[in-house]
């Protein structure tokens, strides 16, 4: 018995020993590789990475901390190494690493689903880090009795729990792979899933009177209420994101999580938000029709109505700032300027779900040249919209939600991806940390004051200036609605009833060149 005790010690020894030095070869060996490379730039880059060490040594260091300044000539090999070293150290830990997100339900059974079904989130832990990413999901709404009804006969899981599945595997910015996701991979993932059908507003249970209950507002509460106890309390940084009607949900809750936080005493969390898809227009319609159904109701229309039937939360200064008209506060413009925690926009200049809401349905047929126009207006107004957005990413793109794409490294704004501008926004926020003082009661002042400038080569406010549905070549791959087919860009342009000659006589250009500019992307 006690030989095979002494030999399982020595195993357990031999093990860590091995571990030990996996890790060193494996942190090791790219940095041998980077100094054959030698030269002022290596030099630099090393300096650059010092720096960037002692930074992480200040704020408190992560699992693993990675500066992927210091890489991106190779940063496909980059990759390999890391997940190389992810693999060896798998045995090194005494719990094998999940990747996906497990289901738990409110402990508070009192806030709930639309139907009165436990609300809850999907978790994915990463021990030691101190990042946590809270994801709202999205799914439009529905804003009286008929709507609702309607919506809890087709899309049920978006009212109720009861046929969530056990696990969720993230994509995107959610996503556990370094090479999908390169610097959120490592944090704290939660899902929350919508079923409030409120945009993230409602604060009303269920009751003899009412069919359904609106509690999105207070699940985001109970839901950072149990996270603290899991990790959430010594945290650095909670960003809170979510995709169209949930990216609408960040920017009217992203103060109430900061003023949670704050009055529980963690006042060193920085509370920030990334609003995907969520920055509607309160415009005109194209063509104006009854709000009899959740689709063709005017945005303005539907939220009036929604609000009063949700019992809709909305941020305390933009309530203050629109006092009697509250429906005000769910459209980005009106909203963002009254919000003091740092929000990062990302926004489709040609929104799909905003044409939808809008009465422009791309359903097979070219559309007319009425149609035409009103969508190069859209991105035009949208684009003003934002101009005084510090920290944005617009793509000249017809789609929606962009996120949790698993390709959503591949779509670019002036050379720059998301995840890339996502740092650059992180950099940027940690230097105006250092330069103001680490507590982040202090660090919140309002956004749009003492802005510290992006570093050279890191920008913060992408927006396309070409003035087209898809003249960014790096556009997601668009498909015939009726064949399935691909189409290029200027296939897709004639299908929306693009007229080059017509296009190039008002630009003042010979019409082969304003082709060779679409093809290009200019």
């Not at 804003?143 to 049920?156: A, P, V």
């Not at 009303?204 to 359904?212: E, F, G, I, L, N």
Request: hydrophobic share 35%; proline share 5%.
């Amino acid at each position: 018995m006690q030989s095979r005790g002494v030999l399982r010690s020595w195993a357990g020894l031999s093990a860590v020993r091995s571990c030990l030095l996996l890790l060193f070869i494996h942190t090791s060996a790219p940095v041998e590789l980077r100094s054959l490379h030698g030269g002022r730039a290596q030099s630099r880059r090393q300096q650059q990475q010092q720096h960037l060490a002692h930074m992480e040594r200040v704020e408190g260091a992560e699992s693993f901390p990675l500066d992927f300044t210091a890489v991106e000539g190779n940063m496909d090999n980059f990759m390999v190494q890391i997940k190389n070293l992810a693999q060896s150290l798998y045995p090194c830990s005494a719990q094998k690493l999940d990747q996906d997100m497990k289901l738990h339900f409110l402990k508070n059974s009192t806030v709930t689903c639309n139907d009165g079904s436990a609300a809850g989130y999907y978790i994915k832990e990463s021990k030691g880090s101190k990042r946590w990413l809270l994801f709202l999901e999205g799914g439009w709404y529905c804003f009286n009795k008929q709507t609702c009804d309607s919506r809890y006969e087709m899309m049920r899981r978006l009212m109720s729990s009861t046929k969530w599945p056990q696990t969720r595997t993230g994509t995107g910015i959610l996503s556990p792979q370094p090479e999908e996701n390169p610097h959120w991979w490592n944090a704290n993932i939660v899902f929350i899933p919508y079923c409030s059908s409120d945009v993230w507003s409602g604060a009303t249970p269920k009751t003899d009177h009412s069919d359904y209950a609106f509690m999105g507002s207070l699940i985001i509460r109970e839901v950072v209420n149990e996270l603290l106890t899991k990790g959430l309390d010594s945290a650095k940084v909670l960003l809170l994101a979510g995709s169209s009607a949930g990216g609408t949900g960040v920017l009217v809750n992203v103060d109430h999580v900061a003023e949670q936080l704050d009055s529980q005493g963690h006042r060193g969390v920085q509370v920030r938000g990334l609003a995907d898809s969520g920055w509607f227009l309160d415009n005109k319609q194209y063509k104006f029709t009854d709000c009899l159904d959740t689709i063709s109701c005017a945005p303005t229309e539907a939220i009036k109505r929604g609000i009063r039937f949700w019992g809709g939360l909305v941020p305390e200064s933009c309530r203050r700032a629109h006092l009697g008209e509250e429906w005000r506060c769910f459209f980005g413009y009106n909203v963002f300027p009254t919000l003091k925690s740092p929000v990062f926009v990302v926004q489709w200049l040609f929104d799909e779900a905003q044409l939808t809401l809008d009465n422009i349905h791309l359903t097979g047929r070219p559309v007319n040249e009425g149609q035409w126009r009103y969508i190069q207006e859209l991105g035009q107004e949208l684009r003003s919209t934002l101009r005084d957005v510090p920290a944005m990413f617009s793509p000249a793109c017809l789609a929606h939600e962009l996120i949790t794409r698993t390709d959503w490294m591949d779509i670019q704004v002036k050379g720059t991806s998301l995840p890339r501008a996502l740092h650059c926004w992180d950099r940027s926020l940690q230097d105006q940390i250092h330069t103001n003082g680490s507590n982040r009661h202090r660090h919140r002042h309002h956004h749009h004051q003492h802005r510290t400038p992006p570093a050279r080569g890191c920008p913060l406010h992408l927006i396309d200036s070409c003035p087209w549905p898809h003249c960014n070549p790096s556009c997601p791959t668009i498909r015939d609605q009726l064949t399935g087919q691909e189409m290029s860009v200027i296939q897709f342009l004639k299908h929306m009833g693009f007229d080059v000659q017509k296009m190039a006589q008002q630009q003042g250009m010979d019409p082969n060149e304003l082709l060779g500019m679409l093809n290009n992307g200019s």
